[in-house]
T-cell receptor, first 110, second 114 residues
């Protein structure tokens, strides 16, 4: 079992729909990152969180440390949100490395 | 634009060859991370440098090496290249030495080994 699991692997939705992408992890963590990878390959860091909830524009990220689960929500989705969304965690065992999920490919249809 | 630059953007080379990928971090960032993204393995952490010193190592092959220079730019050297080394190589930078700081990614170098 991978340390970081994302669901769904693929998601297609209509423009305007509310989107939820889930990330579950199996180790104790000190931080969780949400990344966006555009079709051209570039990676953008969306959020880094260790507790609670963060909001940036139409994007909201939440984390539940006890349940080892995080969600990324997109409100009023738009075709430009089409990308791969990747969850990554930093273990709290002292190693600085990030462990990545396999990503969720999101396609928003106009 | 993240402020992190990587050169070259694309690299095509033959098996057995050696290449060097270069990364310049954002102004003020002391940490540089290297990642490999292949089709079958996804994103994997290779190595991290902080202020010139190696800080953490991930799944980096012995054929690969890296260093961070006094001006904080970093180079990733890949030698005895194999077909399986074909991948996107990203570097990222952050202000601190911990994975608990936000990381800013460069545009990546696409390496094709033929």
């Amino acid at each position: 079992k991978n340390e970081v699991e994302q669901s769904p692997q693929n998601l297609t939705a209509q423009e305007g729909e509310f989107i939820t992408i889930n990330c579950s992890y199996s180790v104790g963590i000190s931080a969780l990152h949400w990344l966006q990878q555009h079709p051209g390959g570039g990676i953008v860091s969306l959020f880094m969180l260790s507790s609670g909830k963060k909001k940036h524009g139409r994007l909201i990220a939440t984390i539940n440390i006890q349940e080892k689960h995080s969600s990324l929500h997109i409100t009023a989705s738009h075709p430009r949100d089409s990308a791969v969304y990747i969850c990554a965690v930093r273990s709290n065992f002292g190693n600085e490395k990030l462990t990545f999920g396999t990503g969720t490919r999101l396609t928003i249809i106009p | 634009d993240s402020g992190v630059t990587q050169t070259p953007k694309h690299l095509i080379t033959a098996t057995g060859q050696r290449v060097t990928l270069r990364c310049s971090p954002r102004s003020g960032d002391l940490s540089v991370y290297w990642y490999q993204q292949s089709l079958d393995q996804g994103l994997q952490f290779l190595i991290q440098y902080y202020n010139g010193e190696e800080r953490a190592k991930g799944n980096i092959l012995e054929r690969f090496s890296a260093q961070q220079f006094p001006d904080l730019h970093s180079e990733l050297n890949l030698s005895s290249l194999e077909l399986g080394d074909s991948a996107l190589y990203f570097c990222a930078s952050s202000v601190g030495d911990s994975g608990s700081y936000e990381q800013y990614f460069g545009p990546g170098t696409r390496l094709t080994v033929t």
